[in-house]
């Protein structure tokens, strides 16, 4: 077997990379998104790392892997916050089917051919655990303005816990007025440890819901069984406070994005996002523009859909389809793959043969 070429170099090479690399960049390549720098200075020292020669010539035993990645037709990222390190990774698919990783080390990318993708799938492993058990059985189908609102109340459940928690005593259902959600929304940003300041990360481009626009959002959130209403305030329902005790203090968050090249110019995206409390509480939280989706999931489930989208190449095929028209109404399960005929396992999101979002 072929031994692995491994080198590390500043985000701002990246660039320099794509010049020097003598073809036309791919929509995807990651030699798009390097910051401008001196061409010649940055030939220079990548040249003191053996990565070419004075004048720009790539290195012949580099050559290959920075091809693949000029011209690479699609990328998965995984993102993956832990309580002691942030973990990212990207693997870009070559058109010549083979795979390159790129790991961001504090800020400096490790370059790594062929791609350690089976490291990786050990590190979530070990990070997140592989078990088919989930806590409690939670699904919802919500738009971003009732996530928002939800995610405040659940947020809100999770205080009362706390403080009663830090108290000795025991917790019970509360209920809250839109004034106390709204104002659990204006959370800054970015604040891992509740759940309505990560949705307002997430949907930094939408509008937070304000004072006035909340009745109509209350009034379906109680049509879909997730809260209960008394006049003007509002309380989580008993599997929502459930939901709220089991992610009482999430450690941590994956995030999976993937993308493939159009001739277009443009990219196609899908992915998920995960928040992680234990090791079988795990909430799947999946986006498309105003539609979300909300599942406990277990870790084994979160597992075999990064696997699909590290190692399994079949899924950028699929990824060609994604603006496909969806299933027709009505339909709750699909038993064949729309895309491969397989046979798709329940409760999967994906089809583990091609990789194929499943409707």
């Not at 910051?35 to 990565?51: R, Y």
């Not at 790539?58 to 091809?67: P, R």
């Not at 004034?179 to 759940?195: C, H, I, S, Y």
Request: positive net charge; glycine residues 8%; aromatic residues 8%.
């Amino acid at each position: 077997m072929k031994d692995q070429i491994h080198f590390t170099i500043k985000p701002e090479h990246l660039a320099v990379l794509g010049k020097i690399s003598g073809v036309t960049l791919s929509p995807v390549s990651p030699f798009r998104y390097g910051k401008e720098t001196d061409t010649a200075a940055g030939i220079a020292q990548l040249a003191a790392l053996g990565i070419c020669d004075a004048g720009g010539t790539i290195a012949a035993d580099k050559k290959e892997v920075v091809t693949s990645l000029a011209l690479a037709e699609a990328f998965t990222r995984i993102y993956l916050t832990t309580p002691q390190r942030v973990i990212e990774y990207l693997a870009y698919f070559g058109p010549d089917g083979k795979i390159v990783g790129v790991t961001n080390d504090n800020g400096m990318q490790l370059i790594t051919f062929p791609a350690p993708n089976n490291a990786m799938l050990e590190l979530v492993r070990q990070t997140i655990g592989v078990t088919r058990y989930r806590s409690i059985p939670f699904e919802a189908k919500l738009n971003r303005a009732e996530t928002l609102v939800f995610s405040a109340m659940i947020d809100l459940q999770r205080k009362e816990m706390l403080r009663k928690f830090a108290d000795g005593k025991t917790a019970g259902r509360i209920a809250v007025s839109e004034k106390e959600v709204l104002a659990m929304l204006k959370m800054p940003p970015g604040n891992t440890q509740w759940l309505s300041s990560g949705f307002t990360d997430l949907f930094k481009q939408e509008r937070i819901p304000k004072a006035g626009d909340t009745a109509g959002i209350f009034a379906s959130l109680a049509a879909k069984g997730l809260i209960t209403t008394t006049g003007k305030e509002y309380s989580l329902s008993d599997q929502a406070v459930i939901l709220a005790r089991n992610h009482l203090m999430p450690s941590m968050y994956l995030t999976l994005t993937s993308g493939k090249g159009q001739s277009s110019g443009k990219t196609n995206i899908a992915g998920f996002s995960c928040i992680i409390s234990g090791i079988h509480d795990l909430l799947y939280i999946d986006y498309n523009a105003d539609d979300i989706e909300l599942e406990a999931v277990s870790s084994a489930t979160i597992h075999e859909y990064v696997k699909t989208f590290l190692t399994d190449r079949a899924v950028l095929s699929a990824m060609d389809g994604i603006a496909a028209a969806p299933a027709a109404a009505g339909t709750k399960e699909r038993h064949f793959c729309s895309q491969c005929g397989a046979s798709l396992k329940p409760g999967l999101k994906f089809c583990s043969q091609c990789g194929a979002k499943i409707s």
